[in-house]
């Protein structure tokens, strides 16, 4: 169990992590590179005050015309987003251990409440997986893809919450867990989940050719 | 898919139940005063099992000296609890208690390869 | 469900795809995505999160509640999305298809842009698949008849050169009985205003041309049509993906401007030609903004009435609807200034479409799909019951008018009204503004 332990939060983080972040940034680079070399009579219209524009007015809930007409979808998204991201980042759990290996300390959440947070996360997911097997127009343009990253968001989420509660077997499940919160870090820059790192710029992109070039809105 | 994962979670949450209601009643613990109401169970300890297990004959191996935020590992403090000088916030110097708990005992567990290093070993439900 | 159970047969889809091999296809496929797309594409065929909200968005889709295969990201996962997965390793029989979906079933409006979280573009990528299929050869024998027009006429409709100034001159003559000081300057240098229109005007709404040089006439306006080709403003070749001709079309457009040294291009109410001048085209050519500034006809129409510049005589009774054409509100933001100028000209209500302005429904005739002719005719109405619905309700309020300024979105409506037998007569702001304005030579 040490062993394992330590290898799965040594290593196996270091590399994780690694590949989070480098593979990230090599990404957006040669993205950008493509961009610049492929897509120059897009890039020129790109404007700092249109993306900002469109990027705030998509991020109220309820203000984009495919928010109010999705109700349903603009809750769940918005609230697994918001779960997804705080939870793990101010979680004891976490930042214990950022504590324990790097001295990082920072304010954390209230065990009860990234509980709730996470079935917040886990219930979402579920939602999604609904969506995705009942409603005929999600259900049709479902791919192995789509798949692949609701079940690699899953994971984490499910395992962390089995672990905290110590049922099943502690001892697997947070070497479980530990192992698939690193492979959804890692899956970040080269599944779906790479929206994370390329939306800001597809939207900003959307911005500034409604906002420059057509002078309308794009939400 | 979203009719096994109900299932397994509600198996999940009896089971976690069930194993705090049978913890054995006279299972020492590590649980100062100082921390007043606990967040998450107390770390289970139980002091002479674990020294006779860890084959540990010096008190000193654990109950250090110090000042300042600097360790002296050849200054016993035998007998006095960790919270004695370990306060819950530092005013900047010294290791505050939590840090104090985790450093030293997941620290020796990691470097023996044995004992508890992931939080549920010791804050058992 | 899918575009395989629905073909219709269209002699010049038939005759493209006849001609194809697998390898050919092959070639083309990889040939325009890694020659001419990027970190567009790209990006958007990644993280299109398969969300399925922008289903909401398509009247196609609202039109056919229960076929998924009409939603925009579902037109994608049939046509673009098969092509990347699949490396274009396609038979010839998908193409027609493909093709069948890209040119007739989306009509490139971007109102699905205002669903999309992520802010994929749509309407980009169904373009390409339409440059695709044209460089595959596979294109609805009509529209294509009309981008064969653009090429040997540099206009859309098989307008000689000696049938235009002709009409012009006829025009001018028929006026002159009404308004004895009118006329159409033809290249007259270093004038305000050039005027451009679609061939289609020329061709069968010479009226059209008529009203322009009534209402330019009584606002006084210094202005001149060219008489060389470069008058038409429409771009059929930018629909069937012919992007080369397309880039010839508008440089020949705005040249002919800059030989005259006019100080600005006027566009008659045509929403396509607009969206082809002042935003495709000069991409495509590389120029970021325009050599010759453009501007369209509501907005100038809107202008003069802020100049004081056109007077009624009497004003046209409503209530009225207004018909918000895609390429001048999502495309140019011009639906305040239609009200206004709606508002000027109209007496009694007017009666609004809901969802309207730049969240407005499609006509389901843009984007090149009418032009893809009967053979699609009963398909594409069919595909904007949503819009239909909309009208009805109008109509139920009195509403008789459209005020519709486009030639897509007039051709669409007509269509629509006839079909539900709404009993509703469209409006371009010209006839309107023609009727009401005082005349005083007359
Ligand atoms: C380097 C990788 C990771 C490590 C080492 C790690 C470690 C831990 C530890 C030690 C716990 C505490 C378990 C307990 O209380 O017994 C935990 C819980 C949890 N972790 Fe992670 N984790 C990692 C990645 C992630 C990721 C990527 C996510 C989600 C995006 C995540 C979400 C959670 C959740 C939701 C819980 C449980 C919270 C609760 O139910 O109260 N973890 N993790
Ligand atoms: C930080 C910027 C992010 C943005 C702007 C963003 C945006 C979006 C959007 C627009 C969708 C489309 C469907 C919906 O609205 O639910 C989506 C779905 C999703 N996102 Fe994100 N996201 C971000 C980060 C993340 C991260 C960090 C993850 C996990 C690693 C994630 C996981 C997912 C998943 C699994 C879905 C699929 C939901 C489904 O299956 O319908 N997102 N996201
Ligand atoms: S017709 Fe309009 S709303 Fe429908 S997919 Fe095409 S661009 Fe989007
Ligand atoms: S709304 Fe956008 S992300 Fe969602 S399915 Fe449609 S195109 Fe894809």
Not at chain 1, 135 to 152: K, S
Not at chain 3, 349 to 358: C, L, V
């Amino acid at each position: 169990m040490n062993a394992a332990y330590e290898f799965v939060t040594g290593p196996l983080a270091w590399a994780a992590w690694g590949i989070f972040l480098l593979g990230s940034a090599w990404r957006l680079y040669s993205m950008y590179q493509l961009a610049k070399k492929k897509d120059a009579s897009s890039m020129a219209f790109m404007d700092w005050g249109f993306s900002l524009r469109s990027i705030v007015n998509w991020l109220i809930p309820f203000n984009a015309l495919g928010w109010r007409k999705n109700p349903a979808m603009t809750v769940a998204t918005f609230v697994f987003h918001i779960c997804l991201i705080l939870t793990p980042i101010f979680l004891v759990g976490h930042v214990m251990l950022w504590d324990q290996f790097f001295g990082i300390s920072y304010a954390t959440l209230p065990d009860n409440v990234a509980d709730i947070m996470t079935l917040v996360v886990i219930g979402a997911c579920l939602y999604f997986a609904g969506r995705r097997i009942m409603q005929p127009e999600v259900r049709y343009i479902t791919t192995g893809q789509d798949w692949l990253a609701l079940t690699i968001v899953l994971a984490p989420f499910l395992t962390g919450f089995l672990a905290y509660h110590q049922a099943l077997n502690y001892d697997l499940m947070i070497i479980l867990h530990v192992v698939a919160g690193e492979i959804m870090l890692a899956a970040i820059p080269f599944t779906r989940l790479s929206h994370m790192v390329f939306a800001a710029f597809t939207r900003a992109y959307m911005g500034s050719e409604f906002g420059g070039v057509r002078h309308a809105q794009d939400w | 898919m979203n009719r096994t994962f109900p299932l397994l979670l509600a198996a999940a949450l009896i089971l976690a139940f069930a194993q705090g209601a049978l913890s054995q009643q006279d299972m020492k613990t590590l649980a100062p005063a100082a921390y007043g109401k606990l967040t998450r169970p107390a770390a289970q300890f139980n002091h002479d099992q674990h020294n006779e297990k860890a084959k540990l004959e010096e008190c000193v191996a654990c109950h250090h000296g110090g000042k300042d935020g600097k360790q002296d590992k050849s200054a016993s403090t035998e007998g006095t609890p960790c919270a004695d000088c370990h306060k819950l916030k530092t005013g900047g110097k010294g290791t505050a208690l939590t840090k104090a708990y985790h450093k030293q005992c997941i620290g020796c567990h990691q470097a023996k390869g044995k004992g508890p290093v992931a939080c549920g070993q010791c804050h058992k439900r | 469900m899918g575009i395989a159970e629905r073909l219709i047969e269209d002699v010049g889809l038939r005759r493209g795809v006849s001609k194809l091999t697998p390898e050919k296809i092959e070639k083309i496929v990889s040939a325009v995505i890694t020659g001419e797309t990027g970190a567009r594409l790209k990006a958007y065929a990644e993280t299109c999160m398969r969300c399925g909200l922008c289903a909401e968005a398509c009247h196609f889709a609202l039109s056919h509640p229960d076929d998924p295969s009409f939603t925009p990201a579902g037109k994608v996962h049939q046509t673009m999305g098969v092509l990347l997965r699949t490396g274009g390793k396609v038979d010839p029989e998908f193409i027609y298809g493909m093709a069948q979906l890209a040119y007739t079933e989306c009509n490139l409006c971007r109102r699905c842009v205002h669903f999309c979280p992520i802010g994929v573009d749509t309407a980009y990528i169904i373009s390409t698949v339409r440059r695709i299929c044209h460089k595959l050869g596979v294109t609805p024998q009509y529209i294509q008849d009309t981008a064969h027009s653009h090429s040997a006429t540099s206009n859309q409709m098989w307008v000689k050169d000696d049938e235009w100034t002709d009409s012009l001159m006829w025009q001018e003559d028929e006026a002159r009985e009404e308004f004895p000081g009118l006329r159409i300057p033809l290249d007259k240098e270093g004038a305000d205003i050039y005027y451009s229109v679609i061939a289609p005007e020329p061709k069968f709404r010479t009226q059209l041309i008529y009203q322009a040089a009534a209402i330019l006439h009584a606002a006084g306006a210094d202005w001149t049509m060219p008489s060389e080709p470069g008058w038409d403003n429409s771009d059929m070749c930018m629909f069937t993906g012919d992007f080369e001709m397309m880039g010839r079309l508008k440089r020949r457009h705005f040249e002919s401007a800059q030989k005259l040294k006019v100080k600005r291009i006027v566009m008659g109410e045509c929403g396509h030609a607009f969206r082809s001048v002042y935003d495709v085209g000069n991409r495509w050519l590389g120029w970021r903004w325009h050599p010759v500034p453009v501007i369209h006809a509501v907005e100038f129409y809107w202008e003069l009435i802020q100049e004081g510049r056109i007077k009624l005589a009497k004003k046209f009774p409503g209530p009225v609807t207004i018909q918000d054409p895609c390429n001048i509100v999502r495309g140019r933001g011009l639906q305040d200034k239609l009200r206004e100028v709606t508002r000027f000209l109209v007496e009694g209500d007017i009666i609004e479409m809901r969802p309207n302005k730049q969240h407005n429904f499609c006509c389901a005739a843009g984007g090149g799909v009418i032009n893809c002719g009967p053979p699609f005719k009963n398909q594409r109405v069919a595909g904007n019951e949503i819009k239909a619905q909309q009208l009805a309700a109008t109509a139920e309020k009195g509403v008789k008018t459209v005020i519709t300024p486009c030639h897509n979105c007039h051709g669409g409506l007509h269509d629509i009204i006839h079909h539900h037998k709404l009993g509703m007569e469209l409006k371009f702001l010209s006839d309107i503004i023609y009727e009401c304005m005082e005349k005083p030579e007359a």
